[in-house]
């Protein structure tokens, strides 16, 4: 079984700072791990998805993350925050043969000018 | 080209009513996923279709809550007698294939309200 923790429901940047939301997983086989982004009123957008290759993911609008086998973190960072980054973010587990994602409860990023 | 789309885009109904929702996945995905958002929580996965396999229906909360789909196209979620505690948003997902490293694609969602 899978499961994803987001620490903290809410976090909040000022615009050009750095963006770093955290996800910690527990999965009984190696994960496939994703980050999600939904804007207001629209559906759930891919950001990245790490399927073991390499650890650093970049994905889409300047952000990235890391694996991190030994803290079972798969963390989403930032280097700068923009205004049009204000949106909720899901963190995602799945394994190998399952094919349904397991979600965290998410974290709303609030950005300020 | 066309996404993942779902009708209505909210629902209000009286408790104890059924609904029905709908989902139109993208041409071509074999494999289709409905979940569900309620407030201040993460998605929950409800059903799962993948070509003309059983569907996997281990996510369905209760005998009330039930989906078809038609080949690999249109998929209704009912929920019938519904209760307040349904309220949510019923989000539908496609993927080309089957597999975790299949991105799935969603819809807006269905935010259904019960009264």
Known sequence: AQSVTQLGSHVSVSEGA???L????SSSVPPYLFWYVQYPNQGLQLLLKYTSAATLVKGINGFEAEFKKSETSFHLTKPSAHMSDAAEYF????AS??????????TMLLVSP | GAGVSQSPS????EKGKDVELRCDPISGHTA???YRQRLGQGLEFLIYF?????PDKSGLPSDRFSAER??????TLTIQRTQQEDSAVYLCASSLSQGPNNEQFFGPGTRLTVL
């Open chain 2, 10 to 13: 909210n629902k209000v109904t």
């Open chain 2, 50 to 54: 993948q070509g003309n396999s059983a």
């Open chain 2, 32 to 34: 289709l996923y409905w």
């Open chain 1, 18 to 20: 750095l963006v770093l």
């Open chain 1, 91 to 94: 963190c995602a587990v799945s």
């Open chain 1, 97 to 106: 043969g399952y094919s349904t994602l397991t979600f965290g409860k998410g």
């Open chain 2, 70 to 75: 038609t080949g690999e196209s249109v998929s």
């Open chain 1, 22 to 25: 955290r996800c910690n997983y």
